[in-house]
Nanobody, 124 residues
Framework: QVLLTESGGGLVQAGASLRLSCVDS????????VGWFRQTPGKERELVAAISWNGDNTHYANSVKSRFTISRDNSKNTAYLQMTSLKPEDTAVYYCAGVPAFGIVVEEGRYKYWGQGTQVTVSS
């Protein structure tokens, strides 16, 4: 079983940057698609970005394109979400998730393993 742990969240001002990390303590994430999702109270969880197992393919939500970058270092069993030019509307709990698959997975229901989430708060 994959155990995912997110870190890197916090409280920042608009325009700032944060880098989220997602570590797999079971060392199996290397063969998984990784997605970063976010959720705010009263809203459905949404996919922010996803990356294929080898990093060759990525997908971004329109709302974060050109501001967020997803990457991974399989030697460290870690995936990252670099967030720049943060806006108050980026405030949410951010989750990483994994699923064994080729290519990119955008359907939330297909993701098999989830972290506990990390809070990102952007003040105006």
């Amino acid at each position: 079983q994959v155990l995912l742990t997110e870190s890197g969240g916090g409280l920042v001002q608009a325009g700032a940057s944060l880098r989220l990390s997602c570590v797999d303590s079971t060392h199996t994430l290397t063969s998984y698609v990784v997605g970063w999702f976010r959720q705010t109270p009263g809203k459905e969880r949404e996919l922010v970005a996803a990356i294929s197992w080898n990093g060759d393919n990525t997908h971004y939500a329109n709302s974060v394109k050109s501001r967020f970058t997803i990457s991974r270092d399989n030697s460290k069993n870690t995936a990252y979400l670099q967030m720049t030019s943060l806006k108050p509307e980026d405030t949410a709990v951010y989750y990483c998730a994994g699923v064994p698959a080729f290519g990119i997975v955008v359907e939330e229901g297909r993701y098999k393993y989830w972290g506990q989430g990390t809070q990102v708060t952007v003040s105006s």
